[in-house]
């Protein structure tokens, strides 16, 4: 039987990056699409290399040991230039489309809200537009539990009433949901599921590919990250004031190759449906800021100096998710925890100190 062809907007992106190997090894083709503003062409490359290893290893779904490893396509383009993303179309059939790419730094999203909700709406009202032309109306987004607002109770499970967003940024996954629903309200032969990730971080265990944020990280592993590496000097802890065991915000951080399996669990689930599913990807449990530090440290093999601030606005104290759904509908479930997570991210980090910059 023939591959599958998978479209991956935002393929050299973190998450992008992740999801386009978990595909090779599950047995599709994959064309990555991704203006490289964010990323780095550097990605695709390592990207074969592991999908390389992992055959060589025999970790491969039985499709791939029989037929070797799907095509693995690149094509430098912003999804916004709709010229460049039909021709992309046009090259070969595309079965489905994951959509990640966007611009996703909240703090920015606050100073330029037209920039945001142009590239990231737009963008994704272009690409609909596109895939309709060409006959192709399965599409996993890429959205958040930032949707969930600040939650009446953890953990949340799908059915929480979506509140409102605190950015821009929010607000452009909050929207999208949206715009996905009502194409499937308009035409129900669209095949549509909405991904709501928790916080994702980790690396690939190869050390190949992972977090490579411009500039001063705003998250919290990437930032301890590059303390341990001695690029910044210590973690600032944003809050320890909330109503939380230790005082400091909780989380479900869940690793990225995880969360890349989700999509490909997704995708299986969607062969041969139409529909709109909304979908928690996240482990079930929630870790603290001083939990994700301690983590690090056990990884790292030395202590990571900390101090203690304000809370940061528009932060919640908690949330994390009841996995339950994607259990029971995918079949998925996360497997690794928190200091996997963080051995992977201090391997990823202390072999590229400076990302994918050489
Ligand atoms: N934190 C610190 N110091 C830092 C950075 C973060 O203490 O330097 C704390 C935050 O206050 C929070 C926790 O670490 O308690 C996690 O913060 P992140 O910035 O890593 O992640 P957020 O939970 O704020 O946001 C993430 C994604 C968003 C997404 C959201 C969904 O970055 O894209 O989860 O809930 F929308």
Known sequence: MSKKNILVTGGAGFIGSHTCVELLTAGYNVIAVDDLSNSSAQAIERVRQIAQMELEAGRVAEVVRAQGLGKLMFHQVNILDRVALDQVFSQQPVDAVIHFAGFKAVGESVEKPLEYYHNNLTGTFTLCDVMREHGCRTIVFSSSATVYGDPDCVPLTEVAQKKNATNPYGWTKWMIEQVLTDLYTADDRWNVALLRYFNPIGAHPSGLIGEDPKGIPNNLVPYVAQVAVGRLDHVRVFGSDYPTPDGTGVRDYIHVVDLARGHVAALQWMEGRSGVEVINLGTGTGSSVLDVIHAFERACGRALPYVMMPRRAGDIA?????????????????????????????????????????
């Open 318 to 358: 908690e949330n994390y998710a009841d996995p339950t759904k994607a259990r029971t509908l995918l079949g998925w479930e996360a497997e690794y925890d928190l200091d996997q997570m963080c051995r992977d991210s201090w391997n990823w980090q202390s072999h590229n100190p400076n990302g994918y910059e050489d």
